[in-house]
């Protein structure tokens, strides 16, 4: 497999892990995966459906390549996933619940990919 056909999938993985952590922020809305002991008022309908509409639009802007928008998501994504550690950090039954594992399972891995479609197009555009 060459070198192209590794970006591509990689990319296409990225697309893959934005959409599945937009999907988990819809089963969790609607208590399919749960997430510990939060009460409602700490986890109002309108935030959850805000960050599952940016996952769906960020997964297909990957597709673009544009260096800035991917920049742009990486960052926003790392922001997403520190606040979260550090609201939660005190409490495992929403650390380790199905509803925060899954997504910041995806999160982390999607961060990952983006570091690597980042790098990858930098390395391309600077030769």
């Known amino acids: 497999?060459?070198?192209?056909?590794?970006?591509?999938?990689?990319?296409?993985?990225?697309?893959?892990?934005?959409?599945?952590t937009a999907f988990s922020y819809i089963l969790i809305q609607f208590k399919v995966l749960g997430v510990g002991d939060l009460q409602g008022g700490e986890k109002p309908a309108g935030?959850?459906?805000?960050?599952?509409?940016?996952?769906?639009v960020g997964g297909l802007l990957i597709l673009t390549?544009?260096?800035?928008?991917?920049?742009?998501?990486a960052f926003i994504n790392a922001m997403v996933v520190f606040f979260f550690f550090s609201m939660y950090q005190g409490r495992?039954?929403?650390m380790l619940s199905p509803g925060?594992?899954?997504?910041?399972?995806?999160?982390?891995?999607?961060?990952?990919a983006l570091i690597y479609v980042i790098a990858v197009n930098w390395k391309k555009e600077s030769k």
């Open 92 to 94: 495992p039954s929403v």
């Open 47 to 56: 935030i959850i459906y805000v960050a599952a509409g940016c996952y769906l």
């Open 65 to 73: 390549r544009n260096r800035w928008l991917l920049l742009f998501g």
């Open 100 to 112: 925060g594992l899954v997504s910041k399972i995806a999160q982390i891995l999607l961060e990952v």
């Open 1 to 20: 497999m060459n070198t192209l056909q590794t970006n591509t999938r990689i990319m296409w993985t990225a697309v893959a892990l934005a959409l599945f």
